[in-house]
């Protein structure tokens, strides 16, 4: 695959910023303690299915503290439709704990206090400070993983290389580009039947010529 240029990642990176300036989060929270919550739920769900599931978990459970005290049995109750309910409830409980115990209630916004949290890696960590501080972090999910690799940005085979890739080549304005990046492969470079013809980014694709007709 033909890799951007120099010249090239530097228009992208405007028109990422231009067009998505006020991107953020479609996941609904009010506080921190919420969007850390909905952010470990939507590993491998959608954003859509975690604002259906959120509502009546944060009205039973409004805080760190009352989710530290939940039953197990509840929590998993009120998340069953999320992928990995079993993993996610027992994830969350005991993020609720540490969070109590050793933060005194309140969601630390380091990335090496956040990666202490049950549930939460590197990129959960970078998602939740993009969004709630405007970190200058980039964070990898599928949507960003593949328009890396179809506008030629990144060739490498894992999310976390890609990351490293995308940090070094934007360097800036990164909290922007990530929110644009998820939006875009969402709703424009879909992973099936992308939106080629209303694309802003097609002079840029390196693998159009790929894609088969639907």
Do not use: W
Request: hydrophobic share 40%.
């Amino acid at each position: 695959m033909k890799k951007a240029s120099k010249q090239e990642i530097l228009e992208i990176h405007q028109l990422f910023i231009e067009r998505y300036k006020d991107a953020v989060t479609e996941l609904s929270y009010k506080n921190s303690y919420e969007l850390i919550i909905a952010v470990a739920l939507s590993a491998q769900c959608t954003d859509k299915r975690v604002n259906i599931i959120t509502p009546e978990l944060f009205k039973k459970y409004p805080t760190p503290k009352a989710l530290a005290e939940a039953d197990i049995d509840d929590i998993k109750k009120l998340i069953n439709s999320c992928s990995f309910f079993n993993n996610k409830a027992k994830n969350i409980l005991l993020m609720a704990k540490r969070v109590v115990e050793v933060y005194g209630g309140e969601v630390p916004m380091e990335e090496k206090e956040l990666i202490t949290l049950t549930g939460v890696g590197q990129k959960t960590a970078h998602v939740v400070m993009i969004e709630y501080t405007n970190a200058n972090l980039m964070a990898v999910d599928t949507h960003v993983f593949r328009v890396s690799h179809r506008l030629g940005l990144s060739d490498d085979n894992s999310a976390t290389k890609t990351e490293a890739t995308l940090v070094k080549k934007f360097k800036n304005n990164l909290h922007r580009l990530h929110q644009g990046m998820v939006l875009f492969g969402r709703y424009i470079c879909k992973a099936k039947n992308p939106a080629c013809e209303e694309c802003f980014m097609a002079s840029y694709c390196k693998t159009k010529e790929s894609f088969k007709p639907s």
